[in-house]
């Protein structure tokens, strides 16, 4: 086995005046500044609610959307390992027969209380038949009351997905 | 009493107070917008008056007025009522004190009076500023004291062990510029500032006694509280430091007096080494005897630099969403930059061509002065900003290691150095 040897430094006159050290921070700071100063579309943060975010990636997890199937209709069964899987007990589910032969079974009742999801996406991959997604892309969502922050069926599947190719 | 002495008084009083406590919200400013474009952000930018931003100036009174209006709350446990409110003031009125023998420009001389341009017309010079400025660590020792708080009184313990250990080597520094100088009175050494070293480079205090400038500008940041040395706070230690348990305007005046006192400082640091009031090259008369030159060469730069400005506001002052009001505020600024022009130049014009009264000479002579000074005090604060935003905090042994091993033993030298070639030269 080779020894390397690791250099020390700071012993040295100009490590121990201090001074060489601040000046040459002192030029980094002042190049940032004067980059900045001269041209404020240099810098990078955004204005956000005049300015939306444009880097969202597919694979950001929002706010939940419930999908369709080709006709419309919805795509759940009802089948509960969502609210299984989910580590926070943030889905409601309650279930109902179906009765247009499609198939058999189908949710009366799905809440999610967005107040009480932690958005680890446990649902959308525990999901068998693809029913719950979260790729809409809604990072912010606000409200006056605690109730309004539970979603229920209909306002799920009104969600879109923010981008298409998916 | 007559009308022009009590004029001049009162400006000056004026000055003192716009140089002090008006510099206090632009330094706020000045401090959140360096940072942000330090560390590639905006800083605050979207207060606004009518669509008015002033680049985010109207967020510094914002946040005063919410300070003015905040309950003032106190905790049941500070026995100590009269020294907890007392302990503010303290810290605000040294610091504000301390402003008022700072030099805005020459003597000021209207018929037969003479005028000495400072807030309080008195010669203690620079030992006024030293017993001000030391006054000001009685306050942060007696608000952590007073706070029955163990961070509290931990914050204004390293702040005082930190001004006894720092204000030692500046006041030798001082020294050895009042052996250079030859005076303590602040007018006095920037006239001997206003000389030439060899005949072409300004005898400013930092050429003279480069090391003495650099103990001083260290010190100073020690003495007014500012990073890297500002172990008074420390939010990962101690919380607010000896500020904790002040609210509303009380630690409103703990704030501005922080800003005021590295003003004063900034104020003493560009009088004792970068020429004060004086412009390099041109001392007071100078100036005086060249006045048409300098009259043409303004009417000649104002414009140019308005144009730069001008510019610069037209491709950096704009607001993303197109039909805010506040995308109006550079199509206003541009009006009043063109009509301080238009003021100015024809104001040179008449004087150009009317032919011009030593006094008129000596007032305008004045302005020039005191607008010099501020740009010069406006590039210290900000040096004192851009170091905030570039070091750390220093650890307090090291703080002591520095004060004491090496800024001590330095000054003391530099004092038989500076007394040796005084002596020996016989200058």
Known sequence: ?166 | MNTVLVAVIVINIILALLFSLGAAPILVWVERRVAGFIQDRLGPNRCNINGFRLGGLIQSFADMLKLVFKEDFKAKAIKEKFVFTLAPVIVFVSAFLSYMVMPFADNLVIGSQTFIMQGLPINLGALWFLAFAGLSIYGIILGGWSSNNKYSLLGSIRAGAQVISYEASMTLALVSLLVTYGSINLVDMVNFQSKLLFGFIPAWGIVIQPLAAVIFIVTAFAEANRTPFDIAEGESEIVGGYHTEYSAMKFGLFFVGEYVAMSASSALIVTLFFGGYNLPWLGTDTLKENFHTIMLAIIVILPLLSLLFGRWIIKNNVWPSRDDKRNNESKWLIRVLILINIIVIGILGCFLINGITETTTNIAVAIIQIATFAIKLLLMNFVFVWVRWTLPRFRYDQLQNLGWKILLPLSIANIFLTALVVVGLGV
């Open chain 1, 1 to 166: 086995m080779g020894i390397k040897i690791v250099p020390r430094y700071g012993k040295s006159l100009k490590d121990r005046l201090y001074l060489p050290a601040i000046f040459s921070g002192m030029k980094t700071t002042i190049s940032h500044f004067a980059k900045n100063l001269k041209d404020t579309s240099n810098i990078k943060t955004e204005c956000y609610p005049e300015m939306q975010p444009t880097d969202i990636t597919s694979r950001y997890r929002g706010v939940h959307r419930l999908t369709h199937r080709d006709d419309g209709s919805i795509r759940c069964v009802a089948c509960f390992m969502c609210a299984t899987a989910c580590p926070s007990d943030c889905i409601f589910i309650e279930a109902t027969e179906r009765e247009d032969g499609i198939d058999e079974k189908m949710p009366a009742l799905f809440n999610i209380d967005l107040l009480e999801c932690v958005f680890c996406g446990g649902c959308a991959e525990a999901c068998p038949c693809d029913a719950i997604r979260m790729d809409t892309g809604i990072f912010s969502f606000v409200a006056t009351k605690r109730e309004d922050f539970v979603l229920n069926r209909e306002k799920l599947l009104a969600n879109k997905a923010f981008r298409d190719e998916l």
